[in-house]
């Protein structure tokens, strides 16, 4: 539960107020002290809130009257009354002059019938008793410390509810901004200091417009155009949603939904807004790729289907007198495509089956540079323009891996360097071993990688769109799966590339998994 303190300063400016309104009490009901005792929910007695005419020593007597105060806070006026008019069981204290105090009247401070404390008015020893009049003289007082402290009660609430949604608005997981009717910005939280890179301190009282800059795909400003505080309430409803791409300090675009809570005055003019920020990249980043996958994977697939169709309905058709020659390689080309489909779902297969789970791994001995002959061995057969060189430690140590799993890596990395050389040339297949891991590298003499498509070639569906790349068929799912494949066994992948000089891409794997 959040407890907010009372600030100093409505402490000061309670207790002055009391004071003020018991010292004209004291004087108008011709008193010598006086007591102004408000009820603790905490600590369930009255206390004392402010004091007349007594010292500390005199404060500390008047507690074991106020803690023989009935604590009935709806207690009605008239049995108040009752209570002043009978003596106390106390020794009431001395006055500051060394008086000894004993007629004694007490009132209730109420606000709407309901008591949040008391107010006690002393006279000197065998003074004259307080009349009826006296009492109706002191309900006016109460009045004036009842209203007092039910406004500094409230004005604590207030403050407590305010730090309470301050509180709330700053530790959310979600960028938070609010602004005023002028659109300058009056909070900003730290979600929002993460997710811009902005400071609080450098955003306070601009412009939201300049700061944030909400822009739709097209790159075009939102802000002008369909920010709701620019709109009546007739034209937009109190909740308004927007997407867009915002950018950060470093000026990286950030894909956000923005939430609009909007106050209206009674006129329909914003007041001012709340606006809930939602950094949706990884979202975006999704539906990029389904839309990716569904073209490639449709372009892929439409393919082996065409061919496989065409084949079929050709050898299906009943005036077709087709010699064993024909069937044969008819059937050939249907079943290499037949394999190619194959491999297409089993690599989305295998995808979907490394990103969510490394359990999947069947670890054992695996001999890489017995893996790298059989590999090199079979793909061979798909070219004569290119020569394989194998150079491998002859001592190089076995590692606990999957075999089938680290065949499908060199299978890719091999085949690739086959594809993307058209050309020929020489592919290089090097393993050694260095302290605590194991180093593989293929190396070809191909078309090369763009520097900036480096970055971003081991991701799901990624190909670039040079003309030589859209030449190779393929999804963009071998390297995702090599890099899955390899970080699974605890190890890296890299590259290394020159454009029109070719290619390197290097694995290691840790040791400290070999047996």
């Given at each position: 539960?959040?407890?907010?303190?009372?600030?100093?300063?409505?402490?000061?400016?309670?207790?002055?107020?009391?004071?003020?309104?018991?010292?004209?009490?004291?004087?108008?009901?011709?008193?010598?002290?006086?007591?102004?005792?408000?009820?603790?929910?905490?600590?369930?007695?009255?206390?004392?809130?402010?004091?007349?005419?007594?010292?500390?020593?005199?404060?500390?007597?008047?507690?074991?009257?106020?803690?023989?105060?009935?604590?009935?806070?709806?207690?009605?006026?008239?049995?108040?009354?009752?209570?002043?008019?009978?003596?106390?069981?106390?020794?009431?204290?001395?006055?500051?002059?060394?008086?000894?105090?004993?007629?004694?009247?007490?009132?209730?401070?109420?606000?709407?019938?309901?008591?949040?404390?008391?107010?006690?008015?002393?006279?000197?020893?065998?003074?004259?008793?307080?009349?009826?009049?006296?009492?109706?003289?002191?309900?006016?007082?109460?009045?004036?410390a009842a209203i007092a402290v039910q406004n500094a009660r409230l004005a604590h609430l207030l403050a407590a509810e305010k730090h309470r949604v301050e509180l709330i608005l700053e530790t959310s997981a979600e960028g938070i901004v609010s602004i005023n009717g002028q659109r300058r910005i009056t909070g900003f939280n730290m979600a929002m200091e993460r997710l811009t890179g902005k400071s609080r301190e450098?955003?306070?009282?601009?412009?939201?417009?300049?700061?944030?800059?909400?822009?739709?795909?097209?790159?075009?400003?939102?802000?002008?155009?369909?920010?709701?505080?620019?709109?009546?309430?007739?034209?937009?409803?109190?909740?308004?949603?927007?997407?867009?791409?915002?950018?950060?300090?470093?000026?990286?675009?950030?894909?956000?939904?923005?939430?609009?809570?909007?106050?209206?005055?009674?006129?329909?003019?914003?007041?001012?807004?709340?606006?809930?920020?939602?950094?949706?990249?990884?979202?975006?980043?999704?539906?990029?790729?389904?839309?990716?996958?569904?073209?490639?994977?449709?372009?892929?697939?439409?393919?082996?289907?065409?061919?496989?169709?065409?084949?079929?309905?050709?050898?299906?058709?009943?005036?077709?007198?087709?010699?064993?020659?024909?069937?044969?390689?008819?059937?050939?080309?249907?079943?290499?495509?037949?394999?190619?489909?194959?491999?297409?779902?089993?690599?989305?297969?295998?995808?979907?089956?490394?990103?969510?789970?490394?359990?999947?791994?069947?670890?054992?001995?695996?001999?890489?540079?017995?893996?790298?002959?059989?590999?090199?061995?079979?793909?061979?057969?798909?070219?004569?323009?290119?020569?394989?060189?194998?150079?491998?430690?002859?001592?190089?140590?076995?590692?606990?891996?999957?075999?089938?799993?680290?065949?499908?890596?060199?299978?890719?990395?091999?085949?690739?360097?086959?594809?993307?050389?058209?050309?020929?040339?020489?592919?290089?297949?090097?393993?050694?071993?260095?302290?605590?891991?194991?180093?593989?590298?293929?190396?070809?003499?191909?078309?090369?990688?763009?520097?900036?498509?480096?970055?971003?070639?081991?991701?799901?569906?990624?190909?670039?769109?040079?003309?030589?790349?859209?030449?190779?068929?393929?999804?963009?799912?071998?390297?995702?799966?090599?890099?899955?494949?390899?970080?699974?066994?605890?190890?890296?992948?890299?590259?290394?590339?020159?454009?029109?000089?070719?290619?390197?891409?290097?694995?290691?794997?840790?040791?400290?998994?070999?047996?």
């Amino acid at each position: 539960m959040i407890q907010i303190p009372r600030t100093k300063l409505e402490q000061v400016n309670l207790e002055a107020t009391l004071e003020l309104v018991l010292k004209n009490a004291v004087k108008a009901l011709k008193g010598s002290a006086g007591v102004v005792a408000m009820w603790s929910e905490a600590e369930q007695r009255f206390v004392v809130g402010a004091s007349y005419g007594l010292d500390s020593k005199a404060l500390a007597q008047i507690q074991p009257l106020l803690d023989e105060a009935i604590p009935d806070l709806s207690m009605s006026k008239e049995s108040y009354n009752l209570l002043s008019e009978l003596s106390p069981g106390t020794t009431l204290p001395l006055s500051n002059q060394g008086t000894r105090q004993d007629p004694i009247v007490t009132l209730p401070l109420q606000i709407a019938d309901k008591s949040v404390g008391l107010i006690y008015v002393l006279r000197p020893f065998k003074a004259k008793a307080f009349s009826k009049k006296n009492r109706d003289m002191l309900a006016a007082f109460a009045e004036q410390a009842a209203i007092a402290v039910q406004n500094a009660r409230l004005a604590h609430l207030l403050a407590a509810e305010k730090h309470r949604v301050e509180l709330i608005l700053e530790t959310s997981a979600e960028g938070i901004v609010s602004i005023n009717g002028q659109r300058r910005i009056t909070g900003f939280n730290m979600a929002m200091e993460r997710l811009t890179g902005k400071s609080r301190e450098g955003v306070l009282g601009k412009e939201c417009f300049r700061v944030l800059n909400l822009r739709n795909r097209q790159g075009q400003s939102l802000c002008n155009t369909q920010c709701p505080i620019l709109m009546n309430s007739e034209q937009s409803s109190q909740t308004f949603e927007l997407e867009g791409t915002i950018q950060t300090i470093e000026g990286n675009d950030v894909d956000v939904a923005m939430t609009y809570s909007v106050v209206y005055s009674l006129e329909g003019k914003p007041i001012n807004a709340v606006i809930n920020v939602r950094d949706i990249s990884k979202l975006r980043e999704v539906e990029n790729l389904r839309e990716t996958f569904l073209s490639m994977l449709g372009h892929e697939l439409q393919t082996p289907l065409s061919i496989i169709k065409g084949y079929a309905s050709t050898l299906a058709q009943r005036n077709g007198n087709w010699g064993s020659e024909i069937l044969r390689d008819s059937l050939q080309v249907i079943e290499a495509e037949s394999d190619r489909l194959g491999r297409i779902v089993n690599k989305l297969l295998l995808a979907a089956r490394i990103s969510t789970d490394t359990s999947v791994l069947a670890k054992e001995e695996v001999q890489l540079s017995s893996l790298v002959e059989k590999v090199v061995s079979r793909l061979q057969t798909m070219t004569d323009i290119h020569k394989f060189e194998i150079d491998c430690e002859p001592d190089l140590p076995p590692i606990l891996a999957d075999p089938a799993l680290m065949e499908e890596v060199l299978t890719n990395l091999i085949d690739n360097a086959i594809k993307y050389s058209p050309k020929g040339g020489k592919i290089n297949i090097t393993g050694e071993s260095s302290v605590g891991k194991i180093k593989v590298t293929v190396a070809d003499e191909g078309i090369g990688i763009l520097g900036e498509d480096m970055e971003r070639i081991f991701e799901r569906f990624q190909r670039t769109d040079r003309s030589e790349v859209k030449k190779v068929k393929g999804i963009g799912l071998g390297l995702y799966i090599c890099k899955s494949i390899i970080e699974a066994h605890g190890g890296r992948i890299e590259v290394a590339s020159k454009l029109g000089k070719g290619s390197q891409f290097t694995f290691t794997l840790p040791l400290e998994q070999s047996t």
